[in-house]
């Protein structure tokens, strides 16, 4: 029989009583996070729970608790082994020790330093079998033994499982326990400890449905058909149907069902047939500078390190002006449609024409930072930094003689004759260097070998576009496929830095559940472009009355075709790049302030909440760009009313003032047929 949601909160002893009071009786309680990203980077789950760490350990104190699977290699450069302060935990980890698998207690080395519970999948793997049976018995789930990740989760689940067993025995009535799992690789921790009646509360949250990202990898119309799919057939036909269950019966065994974001509470319903009972965004844990000016000098020194690289990349054909170039980006996960990498290369090419049409002498330097199979470095890549240093080395050398030349005389009291303070040889020199900057061929597209160069998505669209770095193109391609670190001998940045470097983040997503990286932007005071079928996209829409004042731009591909998304993103860029110099500071102060918004301390506190426009004139193309693309580069004094301290201290006060329910923000007027909750 299907294991069914016949268990309900109040049926169990020792769950979580009903209070009154406005503070969580946190001493009360004892709260488990489980997550197969606990010390365990594989993608952006990791980046949830190590955000939010900080708040929920100054919350929980030690009464908070992660939970996943152990690897040595990170257990050793992660975590800190120590004792369990609580002696039921103890005995709980001692019941598994003693029966032979391996338990692992320690603090998580990240900000707030959680206690973290680390179970040896390895150690117990002699119970999958009988595990395995008793998943059949209980709800009809069985796992193939060939798919060895869904045999890992079904053996972190069991011993998790048996771990709140024994603590709930050793407990009694108190404290209480709550449980919250993170996607279906935690499910079958959920599942057995309800049909075991473990007197628990659990709570399970999904970041993106499994269905719904194989579903839009395979290019179908995924958001108007949402009520049209058989969804066993097409689990099945993706041989992904036991994971499907695994995951759906974690949801329905769930107390409280919660997912990221609007879009993807939609999809559950349909994917998983459970409304979610409350959507929890993601947060950031951000750190506020004391200045306005910190951030924009990041921006600049940062900026300044992708203007060398650019110099190397492009070598031989440095024709534009670094000091009239955008660098706009794209990273994440190599998912060519979902990250809607296909509409932002068509957007580009229309860019470029855009450009080249109205003669605008901006350029645009895109990198694509998306990871690929890849062999080596490319040896052009390599040979144009090589160029560039070899350059700066002997510029700096006539620079030295020239400056010794130059104080020599000066100190005796002469005007040195500048035709001859260069020497026969130091001509020699700066010739060579210049003949070694003649290169034959194009920059290239890429920065590394891409092993299927033929079939590869982003280098096939790249040819069919026409985007090879030519001298008349205005917007140019950089496609690297590797994620960014500081130890690269080609660009070497972290990527905190790199996108601080950066004018625009461009992230046209079609499946993104929440989507940090613009929210990674937007902590960091830059510019980015989302949709409105990412959860950060809703959410901006839901609480900024007018984003792309403050630097968020959300292209419409829910309810546009994708033609007309396209034209959207591209009139959004082409917009971007008419902007001043001092506009582009404006929006990034703006941009920047947004972070409360997505901070962790505060976002409990936006239901209902909605972010005022800019109190001056924002920088919209009705507003602010100027008419022509043939504008002046000088700035006008009088082009935008703008006062940052003033406007500052009003974002700051609409966002840190404690909401209420019924009552309706400064500087927001409540709307018609608007209610109180």
């Known amino acids: 029989m299907p294991l069914s949601r016949s268990l309900s909160l109040t049926s169990l002893s020792g769950v979580l009583p009903v209070w009154d009071e406005d503070e969580l009786p946190v001493e009360d309680l004892l709260l488990f996070e489980v997550a197969w990203e606990v010390t365990n980077k594989v993608g952006g789950i990791y980046t949830v729970i190590q955000s939010k760490a900080k708040i929920t350990v100054d919350e929980w104190g030690e009464n908070f608790y992660m939970m996943g699977p152990y690897f040595e290699h990170n257990f050793k450069t992660q975590v800190e082994g120590c004792d369990p302060p609580n002696p039921a935990i103890r005995k709980a980890m001692d019941a598994l020790i003693h029966n032979g ?80 799992f993170h996607e279906w690789q935690a499910g079958p921790g959920l599942i057995l400890s309800r049909s075991r009646k ?32 058989d969804i066993d057939k097409e689990a099945g036909d993706r041989q992904i149907y036991h994971r499907y269950c695994l995951e759906r019966a974690a949801v329905h065994c769930a ?47 940062s900026k300044a390190r992708i203007q060398e690289f650019v110099r190397g990349h492009f070598y031989g054909h440095l024709d534009f002006s670094l000091d009239k170039t955008l660098f706009f980006f794209i990273a994440g996960r190599y998912e060519f449609s979902n990250k809607g990498a296909d509409i932002f290369l068509e957007s580009l090419s229309r860019l470029n024409y855009l450009l ?83 290169r034959h061929s194009l920059p290239p597209v890429t920065t590394h070998n891409v092993l299927d160069d033929s079939t590869d998505p982003i280098l096939s669209n790249v040819r069919r576009i026409g985007l090879f770095n030519s001298r008349n193109d205005r917007v140019k391609i950089i496609f690297h496929p590797e994620f960014l670190s500081s130890t690269s001998p080609l660009l070497p940045m972290d990527y905190e830095d ?130 022509t693309p043939h504008h002046s580069d000088v700035e006008e004094d009088d082009d935008e009313p703008y006062d940052e301290d003033e406007e500052a201290e009003r974002d700051r006060l609409n966002i840190k003032a404690p909401f209420v329910l019924g009552t309706v923000p400064e500087g927001k007027k409540k709307q018609p047929g608007e209610s109180g909750n």
């Open 498 to 627: 790199f996108v601080r470097g950066c004018n625009l983040g461009v992230f046209p997503s079609y499946y993104e559940p929440w989507g940090y990286t613009p929210g990674e932007c937007s902590v960091m005071g830059i510019p980015s472009v989302t949709t409105n079928l990412s959860g950060f996209g809703c959410f901006m829409e839901e609480h900024v009355s007018d984003p792309a004042a403050y630097g968020i731009y959300i292209v419409d591909r829910r309810f546009r075709s994708p033609e007309e998304s396209c034209n959207q993103l591209t009139q959004f860029m082409f917009t971007f790049c008419q902007q001043s110099r001092r506009q582009r500071i404006i929006q990034r102060n703006r941009t920047e302030r947004l972070s409360d918004l997505l901070d962790w301390k505060y976002l409990g506190r936006t239901e209902g909440f909605r972010y005022p426009r800019p109190y001056s004139v924002p920088p919209s193309p009705s507003a602010s760009i100027h008419s």
């Open 356 to 438: 080249r049409v109205h003669r605008n002498d901006m350029t645009v330097v895109v990198f694509l930072i998306m990871p690929a199979k890849t062999n080596n470095f490319n040896v052009e890549s390599l040979k144009g930094q090589a160029v560039r240093k070899q350059l700066w080395d002997t510029a700096h050398t006539v620079k030295e003689k020239f400056g010794k030349k130059l104080y020599d005389a000066l100190l005796k009291g002469q005007i040195p004759d500048m035709n001859t303070i260069l020497d026969r040889d130091d001509f020699t020199i700066m010739k060579r260097a210049i003949y070694a900057t003649q």
């Open 198 to 229: 473990i007197p628990m509360a659990t709570v399970f949250t999904t970041h993106a449905t499994l269905l719904g990202r194989y579903l839009c990898a395979g290019n179908v119309d995924f958001y108007n058909n949402l009520d049209k799919f």
């Open 255 to 301: 107390h409280v069902f919660t997912t990221v974001s609007q879009i993807t509470a939609v999809e559950a319903k349909h994917m998983l047939h459970r409304k979610p009972d409350v959507v929890t965004p993601n947060g950031l844990n951000v750190k506020k500078f004391s200045a306005m000016h910190e951030f924009q000098n990041l921006h600049s020194t």
């Open 101 to 180: 698998c391996q338990v692992h207690f320690g603090r998580w080395l990240i900000e707030g330093s959680p206690y973290v519970i680390l179970f040896d999948i390895g150690s117990a793997a002699w119970n999958l079998d009988r595990w395995k049976g008793e998943l059949w018995q209980t709800c009809n789930i069985g796992l193939p033994y060939h798919d060895r990740e869904a045999n890992d989760s079904l053996i972190l689940g069991s011993l998790i499982a048996w771990f709140f067993k024994e603590l709930t025995d050793n407990l009694g009535d108190k404290p209480n326990v709550i449980g919250h």
